[in-house]
């Protein structure tokens, strides 16, 4: 079975530009969520969807936004990227919410110019 | 609120050695805990996690930790290091078993020497 993909792999963007990564969760999950890795630290929790439903939101500015569709699928959007948007962010899915056992992707690698 | 401490950023062992990556946390309500392997490049696998029941939890790998309600600890323990445990490390604490939200601490790097 396929696990959680991601994509892009890498991305350079400048400063301003807006960014759209991609994530499909395992066949059958319902949840995704998503995380920022700063180089250096551990992951940040940015969103939790379930059944195309925002069920939680970390302490990020509103130039973050997410989106899950009826496949299950994600998107997480960021407008207006700033130098310290550079990241890892990765995703993860679970069979449902409150399953607590989170699969992650590989990752999408973010690079603000 | 929770968080989560781990001592020492960068932890070397030699090969055949014991490991122990040490987790602290802290939280208003009974953890779910979590031990994460990141491999250079790659996403997060879960290596093992405590939600309720028997407190020394056994992974995958060799790996095991013990929850200390006590002592607020995790910690991550493998009695003989390989050199493919080479990776880094992150423990993680969730609030509930329906809360998904995971607060991770900020990564031991362990290195192995031959």
């Known amino acids: 079975d396929a696990g959680v993909t991601q994509s892009p792999t890498h991305l350079i963007k400048t400063r301003g530009q807006h960014v759209t990564l991609r994530c499909s969760p395992i066949?059958?999950?319902?949840?995704v969520s998503w995380y920022q890795q700063v180089l250096g630290q551990g992951p940040q929790f940015i969103f939790q969807y379930y059944e195309k439903e925002e069920r939680g939101r970390g302490n990020f500015p509103d130039r973050f936004s997410a989106r899950q569709f009826p496949n299950y699928s994600s998107e997480l959007n960021v407008n207006a990227l700033l130098l310290g948007d550079s990241a890892l962010y990765l995703c993860a899915s679970s069979l449902v919410a409150g399953g607590n056992e989170q699969f992650f992707g590989p990752g999408t690698r973010l690079t603000v110019l | 609120a929770q968080s989560v401490t781990q001592l020492g950023s960068h932890v070397s062992v030699s090969e055949g050695a014991l490991v122990l990556l040490r987790c602290n946390y802290s939280?208003?309500?009974?953890?779910?805990l979590f031990w994460y392997v990141q491999y250079p490049n790659q996403g997060l696998q879960l290596l093992l996690k405590y939600t309720t029941g028997a407190t020394l939890v056994k992974g995958i790998n060799g790996f095991e930790a013990e929850f200390k309600k006590s002592e607020t600890s995790f910690h991550l323990t493998k009695p003989s290091a390989h050199m493919s445990d080479a990776a880094e490390y992150f423990c993680?604490?969730?609030?509930?078993?329906?809360?998904?939200?995971?607060?991770f601490g900020t990564g031991t790097r362990l290195t192995i020497i031959p």
């Open positions: 066949s059958g999950h319902k949840s």
């Open positions: 939280s208003s309500v009974p953890p779910y």
């Open positions: 993680a604490v969730s609030q509930n078993f329906g809360n998904e939200k995971l607060t």
